[in-house]
């Protein structure tokens, strides 16, 4: 069955430093999405991108943030300038259509030291 | 503003029995879909069902069903005959269908303990 998949597992960085957080997306979808969830609270979303540009994004999503897709399968989330508080797990997620289910990646659990 | 409350922090239930879980929201939109997520302690989420705002009937998958009263603003999670792999955190979400917004609004969820 098909699933999205995300790189690494975890990461652990220094404050200030950049970080790109990589997602597969299952491959016939069309609608990729980036949500955040701090630990032990909800998840939150960050951003959305379809053809080839952010549809929309949320105020947690400012200019330290920006997602790309470089290829025909990856979709990656940068951080530019990493802060303590950005530390959270940051789920990738795909849809097929704007509809349907977002099916998530297993995460990356971002620590900033 | 689109919202999801999920006023249980935490539930019990004993193996093989039925537990509902708690999910009221509110929007204005009058096209939405209602989901329902699994978030075991390994983190990753799982999608378990959904639930459009015109579907005439109640959504099941499984063990799982959605209890939807759309005049009350409610869509509680109904699992049947608990198992000890339920044991997770459950989250509601909401998206409005209309207009240029597709994302995802989260509930702050219900941490599920199915007891032997």
């Known amino acids: 069955e098909p699933e999205v998949t995300q790189t690494p597992s975890h990461q652990v960085t220094q404050m200030g430093q950049e970080v790109i957080l990589r997602c597969v997306p299952i491959s016939n979808h069309l609608y990729f999405y980036w949500y955040r969830q701090i630990l032990g609270q909800k998840v939150e979303f960050l951003v959305s991108f379809y053809n080839n540009e952010i549809s929309e994004k949320s105020e947690i999503f400012d200019d330290q943030f920006s997602v790309e897709r470089p290829d025909g399968s990856n979709f990656t989330l940068k951080i530019r300038s990493t802060k303590l508080e950005d530390s959270a797990m940051y789920f990738c997620?795909?849809?097929?259509?704007?509809?349907?289910?977002?099916?998530f990646g297993p995460g990356t659990r971002l620590t900033v030291l | 503003a689109q919202k999801i409350t999920q006023t249980q922090p935490g539930m019990f239930v004993q193996e093989k029995e039925a537990v509902t879980l708690d999910c009221t929201y509110d929007?204005?939109?009058?096209?939405?879909?209602l989901f329902w997520y699994k978030q075991p302690s390994s983190g990753e989420m799982i999608f378990l069902i959904y639930q459009g705002s015109y579907d005439q009937q109640n959504a099941t998958e499984g063990r799982y069903s959605l209890n939807f009263q759309k005049a009350r603003k409610s869509a509680n999670l109904v699992i049947s005959a608990s198992q000890l792999g339920d044991s997770a955190m459950y989250f509601c979400?909401?998206?409005?269908?209309?207009?240029?917004?597709?994302?995802?609004?989260f509930g702050t969820g219900t941490l599920l303990a199915v007891q032997p």
């Open positions: 979400a909401m998206r409005a269908h209309g207009g240029a917004t597709n994302k995802l609004i």
């Open positions: 997620a795909s849809s097929d259509r704007v509809t349907n289910e977002q099916f």
């Open positions: 929007t204005s939109d009058p096209s939405y879909g």
